[in-house]
T-cell receptor, first 116, second 111 residues
Framework: AQSVTQLGSHVSVSEGALVLLRCNYS??????LFWYVQYPNQGLQLLLK??????LVKGINGFEAEFKKSETSFHLTKPSAHMSDAAEYFC??????????????FGQGTILTVHP | EPEVTQTPSHQVTQMGQEVILRCVPI?????FYWYRQILGQKVEFLVS????????KSEIFDDQFSVERPDGSNFTLKIRSTKLEDSAMYFC?????????FGAGTRLSVL
């Protein structure tokens, strides 16, 4: 069974400050890991994904995440927050060995607030 | 950019009524999914659909639920007899392989 834990349901940063959203996962097989963002009244949009290879992955809007197997973590970072980054962020894991790559297990989400 | 579209955005129904949630996946995608999110809880996988049949389903997806791809473009989720606890946001999604594209969701309110 897989699971995802996002530490902190709400994170608040100042504009220009570092964004760090934490995600830890549990998986019995090599995982595929994803970060999605949801803006109000919109669907879940893929920010970035890790499958194999380079453990530091870059996504859209200046976000990146690093897969650390030893820590079972996939934290999301952005060096400088922008007001437009305010949204809810979801970490998700998929079973790389499964028959359905799209069967995602989600964390509970982190709401990011950016203050001027 | 192609997107998954869902209708309606908000559906209100009475307990015990049947409801059909509709989705138009991205046209060249082969895998289709339904997820739901009860208010304050995690987004949960319900079912995946490939080659005109269910490929995987969760424990939530019991006999009250069914999915159908009635034509080449639509993908529907039917709840036969809605319960209060079915109130949630329902997300349709589609993918070619790894990248899953989600719709904006249908908020289902069961009264």
């Amino acid at each position: 069974a897989q699971s995802v834990t996002q530490l902190g349901s709400h994170v608040s940063v100042s504009e220009g400050a570092l964004v760090l959203l934490r995600c830890n996962y549990s998986s019995s097989v090599p995982p595929y890991l994803f970060w999605y963002v949801q803006y109000p009244n919109q669907g879940l949009q893929l920010l970035l994904k890790y499958t194999t290879g380079a453990t530091l992955v870059k996504g859209i809007n200046g976000f990146e995440a690093e897969f650390k197997k030893s820590e079972t973590s996939f934290h999301l970072t952005k060096p400088s927050a922008h007001m437009s980054d305010a949204a809810e962020y979801f970490c998700a894991v998929s079973n790389a060995g499964g028959t359905s790559y799209g069967k995602l297990t989600f964390g509970q989400g982190t709401i990011l607030t950016v203050h001027p | 950019e192609p997107e998954v579209t869902q209708t309606p955005s908000h559906q209100v129904t009475q307990m015990g009524q049947e409801v059909i949630l509709r989705c138009v996946p991205i046209s060249n995608h082969l895998y289709f999914y339904w997820y739901r999110q009860i208010l304050g809880q995690k987004v949960e996988f319900l079912v995946s659909f490939y080659n005109n049949e269910i490929s995987e389903k969760s424990e939530i997806f019991d006999d009250q639920f069914s999915v159908e791809r009635p034509d080449g473009s639509n993908f529907t989720l039917k709840i036969r007899s809605t319960k209060l606890e079915d109130s949630a946001m329902y997300f349709c999604a589609s993918s070619e392989l790894l990248v899953v594209n989600f719709g904006a969701g249908t908020r289902l309110s069961v009264l």
